[in-house]
Structure formats: structure tokens, C-alpha cells
């Protein structure tokens, strides 16, 4: 690729993160399953703390494909701790420029505390393919019981 095509590729690329961003965002907090899975690639992984909690059948915390990531969202529509979920953000994201998109909804809010969450995805043909979110400690405190369920 020569520089014009490379300025072309991540500026593509930040839309698409742009898109990402708001849209999950937005769909996740209206529970909109089908607007959440278009985000997603056909083959996509989620792994979450609050599989397990959520899926009793899914100690390991990770969800493959479509399928699985539809049960989740819609299960997890109906128990979803609700417990201090504000959906706060400040707005601001972090990216490569090339494959990965990050942000936090962080633990301070402006009313209060929320859980504490880091997204971080991989995204590839303008669709998430690997989601990891990454819980804090307040967050791990709300689902703790529910973890503890499936330990040995």
C-alpha cells in the first residue's frame, strides 16, 4: 500500500470504529439483540465474566458465533445485573488504527458509582470478530456470587 492508500485504510478504519463505538453503545442499553449481533461477525468470540453468570452452561466465559452470542444478549436482556449499571462513558476511545477499539465505562460516574467495564475489541471487515470485556473490581464484587456457582 503506498501512503494515500494507508491514509484511506485508517481513516476507513476510525469510521467504522466511530460507528462501533456509538452503536453498541446504544444498542446494548435498549436491549436491541438483532442491532447488537450486525455489529458482529458471523464466526465472532465474546469472552465476558458475566458469561458464567449468565449462562449456566458456559463456565469458561466464552461465547463462538452468532448463536451463542444471540442467546447471551437476549438472557442476559432479562438478568442483566442492573445493580449500579448507569451506562456512563466520557466519550472517549482508544484505537491501533488498524484492527482494535477500546473503552471503558468507568467505575467514578457522575451519579455515583457504576461496574466498572473495559471493552475491548478486535474488529475485521468492519465488524467486531474478538470482544473481550474486562471487569473491575466493582463490577466483580456484583456478579461474584453468581461466579462462584460454577467453581470446583
Same mark, same amino acid.
Given at each position: 500500500?503506498?501512503?494515500? $492508500?494507508? %491514509? $484511506? =485504510? =485508517?481513516?476507513?478504519?476510525?469510521?467504522?470504529?466511530?460507528?462501533?463505538?456509538?452503536?453498541?453503545?446504544?444498542?446494548? !442499553?435498549?436491549?436491541?439483540?438483532?442491532?447488537?449481533?450486525?455489529?458482529?461477525?458471523?464466526?465472532?468470540?465474546? %469472552?465476558?465474566? &458475566?458469561?458464567?453468570?449468565?449462562?449456566?452452561?458456559?463456565?469458561?466465559?466464552?461465547?463462538?458465533?452468532?448463536?451463542? &452470542?444471540?442467546?447471551?444478549?437476549? %438472557?442476559?436482556? !432479562?438478568?442483566?445485573?442492573?445493580?449500579?449499571?448507569?451506562?456512563?462513558?466520557?466519550?472517549?476511545?482508544?484505537?491501533?488504527?488498524?484492527?482494535?477499539?477500546?473503552?471503558?465505562?468507568?467505575? $467514578?460516574?457522575?451519579?455515583?458509582?457504576?461496574?466498572? &467495564?473495559?471493552?475491548?475489541?478486535?474488529? =475485521?471487515?468492519?465488524?467486531?470478530?474478538?470482544? !473481550?470485556?474486562?471487569?473491575?473490581?466493582?463490577?466483580?464484587? &456484583?456478579?461474584?456470587? =453468581?461466579?462462584? !456457582?460454577?467453581?470446583?
Amino acid at each position: 500500500m503506498n501512503g494515500r $492508500q494507508n %491514509e $484511506q =485504510a =485508517a481513516s476507513d478504519f476510525h469510521a467504522v470504529c466511530t460507528r462501533v463505538f456509538h452503536e453498541w453503545h446504544e444498542r446494548a !442499553r435498549a436491549r436491541d439483540t438483532e442491532g447488537l449481533l450486525a455489529l458482529y461477525s458471523e464466526d465472532a468470540i465474546l %469472552e465476558s465474566p &458475566l458469561v458464567p453468570a449468565i449462562l449456566d452452561d458456559k463456565q469458561d466465559g466464552v461465547l463462538r458465533g452468532r448463536e451463542e &452470542l444471540r442467546r447471551f444478549f437476549e %438472557e442476559g436482556g !432479562r438478568r442483566r445485573p442492573n445493580e449500579l449499571v448507569r451506562w456512563y462513558r466520557t466519550g472517549e476511545w482508544l484505537t491501533d488504527g488498524r484492527r482494535l477499539l477500546v473503552w471503558e465505562y468507568p467505575r $467514578q460516574a457522575p451519579d455515583d458509582d457504576q461496574v466498572d &467495564l473495559v471493552e475491548f475489541m478486535e474488529i =475485521a471487515g468492519g465488524l467486531i470478530a474478538y470482544h !473481550r470485556v474486562y471487569w473491575g473490581w466493582k463490577g466483580c464484587r &456484583l456478579i461474584a456470587s =453468581a461466579l462462584s !456457582r460454577g467453581s470446583p
